[in-house]
DNA sequence: CTTCTCACG
DNA sequence: ACGTACGTGAGAAGT
């Protein structure tokens, strides 16, 4: 048995490393004494992130409470795994941090399914994401383990992933072949193993008590776990990846790149993504660029170079002027080369061998309590053309289905706000811009009217002004100072529940959510947005209650993606009607009575088949 | 690491 | 006193 000594919070604490069959008895020993005391916490170190790729593996398993750690060495199989996979069989009560992780590293290297694991786990990056959402570049002290266990347990505890990095470029390896290449016998990388375990078994009493102080509804952690296992399932289950298509476009987006960016050559543009470069170029070619950035510098974006080009934003000619040749090969380049790169090469070279992508869905990312998808970003996929998400398919046999939310953030405002005539419309099932725009313009309203109507509501939501609303639809600005005076006495509940709001924020530093409890920190200075964190905050708690509404229903095997106000779903073609139909039941359902409601479009194979493509 | 740009809801 | 559009992830350049 290796043995290390360390002391967390100037209490001593042991890290234990079993190196034969006898020191494994010593571990069953502590394991059952742990678990008539209390939780007990779980970690494990692996080759990497990409828990689907062929070449990663589950290196080892480690359990520990406040003052001892257990490192198994499951890669060396036998008893040492076994005995891991029992431990987390038996254990009553876990505690991980972060983990949807670690639920599908064991899920898929360890034979743990996630449907075992999941409800007897705690998750201390979810306790301390309810207590404050934060990265530390916002003010807050982030979910990682290192800045919590400083906060909440102990300011001298180490920082273990950057004192691995070191001992592995000491091993001449680096942050990336470290995981896998650092010997299992490695002194650090087994004392650090540890410590993350003890760590978590400190925070999460301190997390318990704070959560209990700030009056956070226990029910609220619940559903936040349940949660995180539906978004986990999802990522299990993946996306199927069209592998041809896929390496086609690929290739095609890779060539566009090339040959555009060659034309932008000619005009001496090395490189099209320089903004000093163009900006230099344009101005050879006798054209004035006025707008500035931030900082100061030629601000050389997509609005500008659509206007040298003749463009409209959305890339269709305009007849105002003559194109700008250089304008519109970068305007090409520049989109192929980031579709090719952060997207088709992404889905390839997150693939499984299966010939699935299983994208991390953070359930708990954004500060407002949304969800977030990466590697790869999948709800940020172009939906102008449907060539990138044509890449992306439904299972064999199967169908994809969108079902969204029908104005979900605006629907949640009539609700908190309690918004009378909105609450009206919505219910008899007029459309409320539609209705919007008729009290304000009258009955002859035209399209335009309409437009501003939704641009006013839109404002309403992200808390801006009429000059920002006018500058965003295009209406002058005069007219939408007149429109907003209307809408304010048609709906007089918004402004003051809004005022209301924004006091309580500028007295409390705080926005609380009263549908779930929810608590988010807000900026005194940055009150305006207190309507918008109200909005985004309780639609994105409308998305989690449906979802497990689906999970109710028997579809969350169906169940791909969640993108704010969708669910993404792969069906059986043969009962795609009928399940579409189950999936508008699930996602419809009243907010303090309003209701909230959600329609189902039935596509093809691929995701693309909702936004034009023919497959 | 910061800035700029661009994709989404 | 006044008004402020919100929230993300990601690539590339430049410091």
Known sequence: MKVFRYEIASEPVTVHVPETTNDLDEFWEWFYQARGRGPIAVDTETTGLDVFSSTFRLRTVQFGDAHDAWVLPYERGGYFASSARDALARARHILIHNAPYDWLVLDRHAGIPLEDLAPWTTDTRVLAALIDPRQPQEGGIGTGLKP???????????????????????????????????PLEDPTFLLYAGLDVLLTARLEPKLRRELARLGVRPELVTYEHEIARLCAHMQRTGLVLDLDYTHQLDRRLRDDAQQYADQAARYGVTNVNSTAQLAEAFVGMGETLTERTDSGAVKVDKAVLSRLADLSLQGEPLDTRTPNPLAVAVLRSKRAGKWGKAYARTFLDTVDAAGRVHPFISPLAARTGRMSITRPALQTLPSSDAMIRRCLLADDGHVVISTDFSAVEMRVLAALADVRRMKEAISGGEDLHDFTARLVFGRNFTKAHRKLAKAIGFGKVYGGGAQTISRQSGAPIEDVQRALRAYDKLYPEIRRAASRWQREAFQTGMVSISATGRRLPLDRDRTYAVTNYMCQSAARDVLGQSMLNTESAGLLEYCRLPIHDELLASVPKKEAEEIAREFEKCMTWPLYGVPIEAEAEIGGRSWGSLYGADY
């Open 148 to 182: 919590l266990s400083a906060y909440w347990v102990d300011p001298a505890s180490p920082d273990t992933q950057a004192g691995l990095t070191a001992v592995f470029r000491s091993l001449g390896l680096t942050k990336e072949t470290g995981w896998a290449g650092i």
